[in-house]
């Protein structure tokens, strides 16, 4: 199970990227538009806009290792989910509550983090729309706030 | 093509900016007005926001803000330290920087710093640094003010609204910063070199009224000697009698000789030191100092000290070297008066220094050479002391080269009116008195007395007549004459016997009155040397009326 | 061996201070995310990246030098990718020095000299280029 606070970490988080990797094993960036934990608790399910997403469900049918960095803008206060890709789908309605409230929460933390530098439409056109929902079991749960103790696994806990 | 054109303009009007720039930071040499051109460039020509000049304090190792633009109030006089923030940095490493997002740097750091915190890491962490400049600029450039490899300072941009100034900016900025740099060295040599120009000058000046001082001191100390020198002409060796006239005409051959050594001789009163003066201010050496010393008025040691100086340490209380009279007197002449007084081990280096013209001075090993004619006087008779071996018969002879000898006032008695016209004449002057002669009876009794203290005593005679004279003509009862003294008349003891210390007492008194405090008169009224005069004011406590 | 040239306008990119992703993966296949701060252009062909902290991302890379990374672009918001190859680290010359030299700064601003010490600086050779 996804640790409570750290469901409750992503519930705050503002911004978050997601890298899966190929048959060479080079590594390939996805950044997200929407991130929720799945229902079972145990998954989180990533909305990925189009750019991000070409041949990306085959890519992980044969590789399904997944990583998920997500980072409250401001703080820093970051944390990496690693696991393992478990299916995907066209995202759609019932997507959309939770991409349009993370873009806000993006919009939000850069505004308030840069008082108010760049015009929403610029923040907002960073989150496009999803057309993939992939979801992943969450294996591994690592700090990954920038510090001396960044790389630190969480969950499970250490030792 | 449009955005082409418009960088094209965009770049032509920088070039013409850096040209002004340049053309205007080279017609001056004034550092305020290199600040306000370089400032001005970046923050209204440019619109860099906010810009600092800092000079670099060699002293403290630290740069110091002298200008700033786009501020509230700038920051002038801030000091940062080297290899602290951008600024420090870019002056330590010499290398220009450029930083953006400085917000998400400083967010960043916040957060290392939060975990650092939370892990019990705290002790490591450092204090934020207060820094000249916007707590919350988001970009700044920071370009070092190089001379070839040496830091001038620091020229420093900020803003808050752009997130990062672009290398074009920064290329800009170095531009205008190198230029910046040549002119504030070129103004900081120009104000250096003003700055000594002008305590050169001031030196130059106070060196000036220094030797404009001198030269006056040393006009006066040359008409002083002109005028000591016109003071003892042959003349004042008064004296209308035969022996006198033989006297004046031996000084005048004497003078013109080059003989090193003379030694006057004669009894006390009759005008040695007179003669010396005459000797000295009527031959070639009159322009160079006349030094004159008692013999018996010092301890052997002190006077050898006076006589030959000393060396620094060769002696408790010997803090400094002195030069002697002998040093000082090089060209002229010294005047060793009462020289049957100097002692034997002194009269042995005397008498080398006359044999060859150089001594040691105390404590000292090297030889010290000096031109000077000694003029010995005595009212001893020194051929009695050699020969009684108090004095060093090698020395006499030494000193005897050309012998003076003053006759007593006894021995020409015909010059005594002479004389006591001379003394009328300059006392009356001196009183302000209307003394206008002396009477026959009076100059006929002064003429029969013996007078033992010769001229001296007859001067003082005049001098207390003229002082006390009531009327215009002087008569017998003016003077003091020493023939009653001599027989031993002058005062009876009273058969009850006296106070002789209340009468030493009121003696002295009434003589300082009489003399208005002129402690030289009044010795002379008491027939007694100033010193003992000077032991008795001292011992009765007696003060002048005004400090009383 | 594959490379490719940056184009000019991606150092405004790199300069843009918008934190950066980059993705690595280890030998035996697991991703790796970070969210870094900046990236330095070196020249056409490499870019620089500051080792600080994360050290997964340098244990992958000398196990597997593929690397991705994704910058934002303000001005148009587009993303641009860029597919690197790990080639070594460096702790010292130009490029350490002119790295050091940022971060001692901005350290010593923060209070955080001796925490925010550079590593190495990380030295990648640009494959590919593209823009989304």
């Known amino acids: ?159 | 093509m449009a955005q082409l054109e418009q960088e094209l303009r965009q770049k032509a009007e920088e070039v013409s900016v850096l040209r002004s720039v340049s053309t205007r930071i080279n017609a001056t040499l004034d550092l305020e007005r290199i600040y306000d051109i370089v400032l001005h460039t970046m923050h209204d020509v440019f619109g860099f926001g906010h810009a600092l000049i800092l000079l670099l304090d060699e002293e403290d190792d630290a740069l110091c803000v002298v200008a700033g633009r786009g501020y509230p109030e700038p920051p002038l006089g801030a000091r940062v330290e080297l290899g602290m923030g951008v600024i420090g940095t870019v002056a330590r490493k010499k290398k220009m920087m450029r930083v953006g997002n400085l917000s998400e740097q400083r967010a960043y750091a916040a957060a290392v710093r939060r975990q650092v915190e939370q892990s019990g890491g705290a002790g490591a962490l450092g204090s934020i640094p207060a820094l000249p400049g916007l707590p919350d600029a988001e970009s700044q450039v920071a370009i070092p003010l190089l001379i070839g490899e040496r830091l001038v300072g620091v020229f420093f941009v900020e803003s808050v609204a752009r997130t990062v100034f672009s290398e074009r900016d920064e290329t800009l900025i170095a531009i205008v910063a190198n230029l910046c740099a040549s002119a504030i060295h070129n103004a900081q040599l120009y104000r250096g070199e003003q700055r000594r120009r002008e305590s050169l000058e001031g030196t130059v000046a106070e060196r000036t009224r220094e030797l404009q001082r001198t030269h006056r001191e040393l006009s006066v100390v040359h008409e002083l000697r002109a005028k000591e020198a016109r003071a003892y002409d042959f003349d004042e060796i008064v004296g209308a009698s035969p022996v006198m006239r033989e006297l004046r005409a031996l000084l005048r051959k004497i003078v013109k000789s080059p003989a090193s050594t003379i030694l006057i001789t004669g009894a006390n009163g009759t005008g040695k030191d007179l003669a010396a003066k005459v000797l000295h201010y009527r031959s070639s050496r009159a322009s160079a100092p006349f030094m004159t010393i008692t013999c018996s008025a010092l301890a052997e040691n002190l006077l050898e000290s006076e006589l030959f100086g000393h060396e620094r340490g060769a002696f408790t209380d010997a803090h400094r070297r002195k030069q002697g009279l002998l040093e000082l007197a090089d060209g002229g002449s010294v005047f060793l008066d009462e020289i049957g007084e100097m002692g034997a081990s002194l009269q042995a280096k005397l008498l080398r220094f006359l044999e060859e013209k150089t001594f040691k001075r105390v404590g000292g090993s090297e030889d010290t050479r000096v031109d000077v004619r000694v003029i010995a006087a005595t009212n001893r008779d020194l051929e009695t002391m050699v020969r009684e071996g108090r004095f060093r018969e090698d020395l006499y002879y030494r000193l005897r080269v050309l012998p003076v000898e003053l006759p007593p006032l006894a021995a020409r008695t015909g010059d005594v009116p002479l004389l006591v016209r001379l003394f009328l004449r300059r006392f009356t002057r001196e009183f302000g008195k209307e003394v206008e002669d002396v009477s026959p009876e009076a100059l006929a009794q002064l003429e029969a007395c013996d007078w033992p203290g010769n001229v001296r005593e007859l001067r003082n005679a005049v001098e207390r007549a003229v002082l006390l004279a009531e009327g215009r003509i002087l008569g017998p009862d003016d003077f003091r004459l020493p023939g009653p003294r001599a027989s031993g008349d002058a005062f009876r003891l009273m058969p009850g016997g006296l106070e002789f210390e209340e009468l030493e007492r009121s003696l002295v008194e009434q003589a300082l009155e009489l003399a208005r405090w002129n402690r030289a008169r009044a010795a002379r009224l008491l027939g007694m040397p100033r010193d003992w005069l000077r032991y008795r004011v001292e011992k009765f406590g007696l003060e002048p009326p005004d400090t009383a | ?132």
């Not at chain 1, 229902?39 to 469900?57: N, Q, T």
């Not at chain 1, 960073?126 to 969450?138: D, K, N, T």
């Not at chain 3, 997964?56 to 000398?62: A, D, S």
């Open chain 3, 1 to 132: 061996m594959v490379a490719a040239t940056l184009p000019d306008e991606i150092r405004a990119v790199l300069d843009n201070g918008v934190p950066c992703i980059l993705a690595t993966c280890s030998s035996d296949g697991v991703p790796n995310t970070t969210i870094v701060s900046e990236a330095y252009y070196v020249d056409p062909g490499h870019v620089a990246l500051s080792f600080q902290f994360f050290s997964k991302t340098i244990r992958n890379v000398r196990e597997n030098p593929h690397a991705a990374l994704c910058l934002f672009d303000m001005e148009d918001t587009s993303f641009w990718l860029l597919e690197l190859e790990y080639e070594h680290s460096e702790t010292a010359g130009p490029i350490f020095e002119e790295m050091e030299m940022r971060i001692e700064a901005i350290a010593s601003i923060t209070g955080m000299s001796g925490i925010f010490k550079l590593k190495a600086a990380d030295i990648y050779r640009v494959r590919a280029v593209s823009r989304v």
């Open chain 1, 1 to 159: 199970m996804i640790p409570g606070v750290m469901a409750e970490f992503l519930g705050r988080a503002s911004v978050a990227v997601a890298s899966t990797r190929d048959a060479r094993k080079v590594p390939h960036i996805h950044f997200l538009c929407g991130w929720s934990v799945g229902d079972d608790g145990r998954s989180v399910i990533c909305l990925v806009p189009a750019a991000f997403s070409d041949k990306l469900p085959e890519s992980l049918a044969r590789h399904a290792d997944f990583a998920m960095v997500a980072e409250v803008i401001g703080p820093h206060e970051c944390y990496q989910f690693k696991g393992r890709h478990v299916d995907s789908r066209p995202a759609g309605a019932a997507d959309r509550a939770v991409y349009e409230s993370c873009r806000q929460r993006f919009v939000d933390a850069v505004q308030r983090h840069t008082r108010n530098r760049f015009a929403d439409a610029i923040l907002r056109a960073r989150f496009r729309e999803p057309r993939l929902a992939v979801r992943f079991e969450v294996q591994e749960i690592f700090v990954q706030t920038p510090g001396p103790a960044a790389g630190r696994r969480l969950f499970p806990p250490e030792g």
